[in-house]
């Protein structure tokens, strides 16, 4: 009979099914690292955990593999996956510096991202391009998408790094920084939860980037090769059987 173990700080729980064979992890749990505060992806508030967490726990089922999840600040979740002290962790976007560290699973989900502005600021502006000299609100952990990495470069913008989206659209409505950019869906559940709602938003009508979340695991880990090959059997398995789709729609 199956456990399980989800872990939020202090709160676990437990998922097992047969015992692995991986190196490092016979007959343990394999350890699995995600974030907080990101619906509908990643939220403990939300049904399983969001969607990038339904999803990794439909694939994890179905590898047949003892498994764990904790749910740690972001930036504490990567760096103890990158460390070893995690099996692997959940849901990343792709960097040039991770992908130079760590192993990428197929995408688990795809996020599309837009530009909010505070309410009148937009100008009939559609798109970040034509946005130079603005401040881009990025919280601290979290990947500078491409396209704002470019302005970054480019010496075209700026951004600015609080703790969470949150604060981030909170510091745009107060005009303290001009744009954050991120999941739409993310985004307005977030105002919502906040007394806001999209008329108090100018967004940009562009879609800036199309990111895939993906599951990490380190390069240099025993095991972690042969975990993200069985994690994106099983991922490629449930896609073409449309078994995830209850969870993206």
Known sequence: ????????????????????????????????STGDDYPPFSDVRLPGGGIATQIVTAVMEDTGLPYRIDVLPWPRAYELALRGKYTASFAWFESQERRSKMLYSEPIATVLSKAFMAKGRAGGKTNISQLEGAVFCVPHGYTVIVPVLEMVELGLAQVSSPTDLTA????????????????????????????????????????????????????????SAEFIRRF??????????????????
């Open 232 to 249: 994106n059997a099983s991922l490629r398995k449930l896609k073409e059987a449309k078994t995830l789709d209850q969870f993206l729609n």
């Open 1 to 32: 009979m199956r456990k399980r173990l989800f872990t939020t700080g202090k709160i676990l729980l437990l998922l097992s099914a047969m015992f692995l064979t991986l190196p490092g992890h016979a007959e343990e749990p394999l350890t699995l």
């Open 168 to 223: 981030c659209l909170n510091m745009v409505k107060a005009g303290h920084v001009d744009v954050v950019v991120g999941s739409e869906r993310v985004l307005l559940y977030l105002a919502g939860q906040m007394g806001m709602g999209r008329s108090d938003f100018d967004i940009l009508e562009d879609v800036v980037a199309a990111s895939p979340l993906h599951m990490l695991a380190p390069r240099d880990q025993d095991g």
